[in-house]
């Protein structure tokens, strides 16, 4: 199964998001801050990134940059609070934007998009997509 590197920096939503990608059958990585995704994208070696834009004082838009420049197949899903990043140019360097939710099914049907696994039915059940590059949003 694929690994994944969850970049956040509040250690509840790392927390969070491994518990349930591992009962998904990924293998994960976590890291906090801007040096440590850069040493686990080294040692970890991921098949998909989970980014969120603020990573204790580094601006998650310059660490998009930096991953797709050293690893430009590397899909890279931002992952943030914010909706008002959805019309920056910046967010099309990304391959999926997902507002953060306690509700996980939008986030699990967008990396099994960008995986190219087939979601499970219960992920695509009222799931909703952004697909920056098309500038639309698919689902209910």
């Known amino acids: 199964m694929a690994k994944i590197l969850?970049?956040?920096d509040q250690a509840c939503v790392r927390e969070l998001l491994?518990?349930?990608l591992i009962s998904e059958g990924y293998r994960v990585a976590?890291?906090?801050?801007a040096e440590s995704v850069r040493g686990d994208l080294r040692s970890s070696?991921?098949?998909?990134?989970?980014?969120?834009?603020?990573?204790?004082?580094?601006?998650g838009?310059?660490?998009?940059?930096?991953i797709k420049r050293q690893h430009?197949?590397?899909p890279v899903i931002i992952l943030t609070v914010y909706d008002s990043y959805v019309e920056d140019p910046r967010v099309s360097q990304a391959d999926g934007y997902v507002i953060k939710s306690i509700v996980l099914d939008e986030l699990k049907g967008k990396i099994a998009d960008v995986l190219?696994?087939?979601?499970?039915?219960?992920?695509?059940?009222?799931?909703?997509?952004y697909f920056p590059r098309f500038g639309v949003a698919h689902g209910s």
């Open 6 to 8: 969850v970049a956040d």
């Open 18 to 20: 491994s518990e349930e």
């Open 30 to 33: 976590t890291a906090g801050d």
């Open 45 to 59: 070696r991921p098949d998909l990134v989970l980014l969120d834009l603020h990573l204790d004082g580094f601006d």
């Open 61 to 66: 838009f310059g660490v998009l940059r930096d």
């Open 72 to 74: 430009p197949d590397l």
């Open 116 to 129: 190219g696994r087939k979601p499970s039915p219960q992920e695509e059940v009222g799931a909703k997509t």
